[in-house]
């Protein structure tokens, strides 16, 4: 019931954009995106929800595909701030109470 | 207002031996939440709390019991620790249901535990 995210890695110059990808094998009701910096807790970033729209925080946005049961993550022009492991967070059923997070996807940002 | 604070941030273990961990939060939430987390493998629901007194299962409950007798504390007790157990665990909380106000979920820092 785990999510997949991919890639699980990403290394990227200040400036480049990325795109991280959440899929799961069930279909999904909502999908949240949260950020952990190294040694810290996760931090919230956004969540969307069956039939919302698309949503965006600064340069960091996110899609929600129901038919493909797939979330996306966009980062654009990337800034070293941008660095911590990124974990999406599915929701399987309808008015559940808890959230099956992803794996994870590591993601960093060089000057 | 400190949000949500875990107890203690450090703790060695020896197997066999129990402990409790204990999460408080500040912000009169109603939900609460507790994570481990181990390299490769996320963020693992072990159980959660939809309102004072109430507790239900997550995915990886097994070796674990909680208790919500006050509504800011969620208590996290190992009966008898295994190495298995081993993991920085972590607390949340949120207002309700994500539906009604897109509530998202507070972390606390965590705490790390190693079960020799």
């Known amino acids: 019931q785990q999510p997949v995210q991919s890639p699980q890695a990403v290394i990227l110059r200040e400036g480049e954009d990325a795109v991280i990808n959440c899929s799961s094998s069930?279909?999904?009701?909502?999908v949240h995106w949260y950020r952990q910096k190294h040694g810290e807790a996760p931090v919230f970033l956004m969540i969307?929800?069956?039939?919302?729209e698309q949503k965006g925080h600064e340069k960091i946005s996110a899609s929600f595909n129901e038919k493909k049961q797939q979330s996306s993550l966009y980062l654009t022009a990337s800034q070293l701030s941008y660095s911590g492991t990124y974990f999406c967070g599915t929701e399987i059923a309808y008015n559940t109470d808890k959230l099956i997070f992803g794996t994870g996807t590591r993601l960093q940002v060089f000057p | 207002n400190a949000g949500v604070t875990q107890t203690p941030k450090f703790r060695v273990l020896k197997t066999g031996q129990s402990m409790t961990l204990l999460c408080a939060q500040d912000m009169n939430h109603e939900y609460m939440y507790w994570y481990r987390q181990d390299p490769g493998m996320g963020l693992r629901l072990i159980h959660y709390s939809v309102g004072e007194g109430t507790t239900a299962k997550g995915e990886v409950p097994d070796g674990y019991n909680v208790s919500r007798l006050k509504k800011q504390n969620f208590l996290l007790g190992l009966e008898s620790a295994a190495p298995s157990q081993t993991s920085v665990y972590f607390c949340?909380?949120?207002?309700?249901?994500?539906?009604?106000?897109?509530?998202?979920?507070?972390f606390g820092p965590g705490t790390r535990l190693t079960v020799t």
């Open positions: 969307l929800l069956k039939g919302g």
């Open positions: 069930k279909a999904l009701y909502s």
């Open positions: 949340a909380s949120s207002p309700g249901h994500w539906i009604a106000q897109n509530y998202e979920q507070y």
